[in-house]
C-alpha cells in the first residue's frame, strides 16, 4: 500500500480510534510502520489525539519506551503542551483587543501586525530611531519654561496610546487609567512618572504577546513539519507497508 492512500484511508475512516487500536496491537505491523501510521493520525484526528492519551494506548500493547513510534507520539504531546500552554496567553489578548480584522488573519499576518503595534508606540513615544523617549527626554528639561505645553505633549501622547490599544486591554491588564480629573491634579513631575508607567507597562506586555505568537507559531511549524514529512528519518523506498488492504477495508 503506498502512503498516500494509507493516509487517505487514516483521513477517511470512521472509525479512526478502532482502526488505531487495532494498529497498536498488531506485532505483524513493524515500527517504522506504525511511526508512519501515527503521524498521520495526529494529522488528520488530532482532536482525538488531545481527548485520548495515545502514549498510554500505544503503551497497552507496544511497552517500548525507545521505539520510534513511542518517541514520536511523546514528542507530538510535548508539542501540544507548548502550544496550548501559550494559546492560554493569547485568549488573553482576544478577550481584550477585540479588533475583529486582527483576528481574521493569520498567525503570521497577526505577529506582523503586533510587531506594526509595537512600532507604532514607539513612535508615539519618540522612540521609534532612538532609546531617548519623550517621557525621558522630558524629566532632563522638567525646570524649563513651557510648562503648559509640557502638559499638552504629555496629554497627546497618553491620549494617542489609549486609543491604540483601546480600553479593554487597559481594564484586562491592570493597568490603571487616571481621568482627567485626577490627571490634572498631579504635578507636572508626576505626570511624566504616570506616562513613564503607562509606556513601561504597554510596551512590557506588547513584547511579552509578540513572543508568545512566535513561539506558538514556531511550534506549530514544527508539527506541520512532522506531519508532513513521513520519510523523515526513515528510507520510505526501503519501507514496505504491512498494513495490507483487506485489514483496513472493514475500517473505511
Do not use: C
Amino acid at each position: 500500500m503506498n502512503l498516500l492512500k494509507l493516509e487517505n484511508i487514516i483521513m477517511n475512516t470512521k472509525t479512526p480510534l478502532l482502526f488505531l487500536l487495532i494498529v497498536f496491537q498488531n506485532n505483524k505491523i513493524n515500527d517504522k510502520n506504525k511511526y508512519i501510521f501515527i503521524k498521520f493520525f495526529f494529522k488528520h484526528h488530532i482532536n482525538l489525539a488531545l481527548e485520548y492519551n495515545l502514549l498510554s494506548l500505544y503503551n497497552e500493547f507496544n511497552y517500548n519506551n525507545t521505539s520510534l513510534t513511542y518517541n514520536l507520539i511523546f514528542d507530538i504531546y510535548n508539542i501540544l503542551k507548548k502550544q496550548i500552554n501559550y494559546i492560554q496567553f493569547i485568549k488573553k489578548l482576544k478577550s481584550s483587543f477585540k479588533l475583529p480584522s486582527f483576528w481574521k488573519k493569520n498567525i503570521d499576518e497577526q505577529i506582523i501586525h503586533l510587531k506594526k503595534l509595537y512600532e507604532q508606540l514607539l513612535y508615539i513615544f519618540d522612540g521609534s530611531k532612538t532609546q531617548l523617549y519623550f517621557h525621558i527626554r522630558l524629566k532632563s528639561i522638567m525646570n524649563d519654561t513651557g510648562e503648559h505645553y509640557h502638559i499638552e505633549q504629555i496629554m497627546e501622547r497618553l491620549k494617542q496610546t489609549v486609543s491604540l490599544f483601546k480600553l479593554p486591554f487597559f481594564k484586562e491588564h491592570d493597568i490603571y487609567l487616571l481621568s482627567n480629573f485626577e490627571f490634572f491634579e498631579l504635578t507636572l513631575h508626576n505626570m511624566v512618572k504616570y506616562t513613564e508607567y503607562i509606556f513601561d507597562k504597554t510596551s512590557t506586555i506588547l513584547i511579552k504577546y509578540i513572543t508568545y505568537f512566535e513561539h506558538y507559531n514556531y511550534y506549530r511549524k514544527e508539527l506541520i513539519y512532522i506531519f508532513n514529512n513521513v520519510s523523515e528519518s526513515i528510507n520510505i523506498e526501503e519501507t514496505n507497508s504491512d498494513i495490507d488492504d483487506d485489514d483496513v477495508s472493514l475500517f473505511v
